[in-house]
């Protein structure tokens, strides 16, 4: 399964929503994804590919971390799992 | 000042999921404790405990709900549902905005400590679940009621060790006798069986390998167990006002501190427990019919709470019943007493007494009627309830039928 799978998948899940419903250009405010449920996907995200998410709670936009679309989210972790590499 | 009833009761607990079930098991003397059953359970010298089997918590909360919820919590928020539900009660308005929680644990969320330990010393893991804080805190369980439940007054938890429950319980019974709060959601729970929490006990020296046996010469430890009792208090004019049900009345408590030592009771600090609950409810020794006792099954804790029985109430100490439902039930450490409570409603309602089970031999140094071994039927109008936990710290609540 390839980095987009797997993260869409986890995104799905904390949704509760179908992989399929989750597309590039969803956010997580039309996925309906809390700050508190997001924390769970960047926990989910971590685990399954080790790699830590430079997100900060207190103040997501002052995180080196992009979270304004599923596609930006993507990018970010794709990077961070090539630079484990 | 209000009088103040109880109109709601839940629980789960090795004896049953319910209070009925509980209740009939304490009437046939049944017997909670089993062998333990959890992960590295065979590095344990004690194997025994009155563990909740059968509980599915997926049948009762959803995933999202699961990932915040440590057991207790789960004990407590089941524990809760059928005490509410029970009571009638709907919480809006001005009525949940003055109503709130108050309840005891000793350890709160003790399991994920556990879980979360093994994962970072043992396993090697850098890195926990977010909610591991939000779910082992020892408030958890109060707030998630509160949110439940919509109670917005007065909520909070209380930690006196084994104490917990009733101290928490004495809490809301001031709030509502006092006017503070309408009605309050009381009681306590607890879940420490798990490698962690028992291996902290088995230091202690004080729990036994085969069985728990209040007030009988061969007694040789306690054995623990888990589970949640919850209440509602609620005043007697806000229940009469509604046509509410009425399981008992709360007439009086009473706490002390024995400041002697952080493990030994003391029968003085006991004595003045129960003597405070006797005169804060207005009541004479010879008024109580039973009581339900700390009586954990150690061989400090028995002898000292009968001569603390036998201080207070003279001659009449030969003329009242006194159990140890823990022989059932476990100590449930934080939430016992609220469990306990329910042997008081069930003598004062329904007239019956429940037993101390496993009682084998006389001990001259426990010579009272600890009814053993049967159930019995008996018109008593006024139950105590005892507790007495580790820091010296009592807290004995006074029941009564309601007529």
């Known amino acids: ?85 | 000042m209000n009088r103040v009833v109880i109109t709601g009761a839940g629980t789960i607990n090795a004896l049953g999921q319910n209070v009925p079930d509980t209740l009939e098991a304490m009437r046939e003397g049944r017997c909670g404790i089993t062998e333990l059953d959890f992960r590295d359970v065979e590095r344990l010298a004690i194997k025994i405990g009155a563990q909740v089997h059968d509980f599915a918590p997926e049948l009762h909360f959803n995933r999202q709900q699961l990932s915040l919820y440590d057991r207790f919590t789960q004990f407590t928020l089941l524990a809760a549902r059928q005490a509410i539900s029970q009571s009638g009660l709907k919480f809006s308005g001005e009525l949940a905005d003055r109503a709130g929680v108050v309840l005891g644990t000793a350890g709160g969320g003790v399991s994920t400590w556990d879980d979360n330990y093994r994962a970072v010393y043992e396993e090697g893991k850098n890195r926990v679940h977010p909610f591991v804080v939000p779910k082992l805190m020892n408030n958890a369980a109060a707030s998630h009621v509160s949110m439940e439940f919509n109670l917005r007054g007065p909520t909070f938890t209380v930690s006196t060790a084994c104490a917990s429950s009733n101290h928490a319980m004495a809490q809301a019974f001031q709030m509502v006798r006092s006017g503070m709060a309408p009605a309050m959601v009381t009681g306590g729970s607890e879940s420490m069986l798990c490698f962690g929490g028992v291996k902290a006990w088995e230091g202690l020296r004080v729990m036994s390998k085969d069985a728990c046996r209040p007030f009988s010469a061969n007694r040789n430890g306690m054995v623990q167990g888990e589970g949640a009792g919850v209440f509602v208090f609620e005043s007697l004019e806000n229940a009469r006002a509604r046509g509410a049900e009425i399981l008992a009345e709360v007439v009086g408590f009473a706490m002390s501190s024995d400041a002697v030592d952080i493990v030994m009771p003391s029968k003085q600090g006991a004595a003045r427990a129960i003597s405070g609950a006797l005169k804060d409810a207005g009541l004479n020794p010879e008024d109580v019919g039973y009581i339900n006792a700390h009586g954990t099954g150690t061989s400090a804790n028995d002898k000292t709470e009968c001569a603390a029985v036998a201080d207070v109430f003279g001659t009449h100490a030969d003329h009242l019943m006194i159990s140890s439902t823990k022989s059932m039930h476990g100590h449930v450490i934080g939430g016992t007493g609220a469990i306990e409570l329910l042997a008081c409603i069930m003598a004062v309602r329904d007239g019956v007494i429940a037993p101390t089970i496993n009682h084998e031999e006389l001990d001259p140094e426990c010579a009272m009627d600890v009814v053993p071994n049967t159930a019995r039927e008996a018109k008593v109008d006024v139950a105590l309830s005892n507790a007495f936990a580790f820091g010296g710290l009592n807290a004995v609540l006074a029941i009564k039928r309601f007529s």
């Open chain 1, 1 to 85: 399964m390839n980095i987009e799978q797997r993260v869409i998948e986890i995104i799905a899940d904390q949704a509760m929503v179908d992989p399929s419903d989750v597309t590039l250009d969803s956010t997580l405010e039309t996925l309906g994804i809390d700050s508190v449920a997001f924390v769970e996907c960047i926990f989910s995200i971590e685990e399954a590919f080790d790699i830590q998410i430079p997100f900060n709670a207190n103040d997501p936009s002052e995180s080196e971390f992009d979270i304004s679309s599923v596609k930006s989210i993507l990018e970010s972790i794709t990077r961070l799992v090539d630079e484990q590499a």
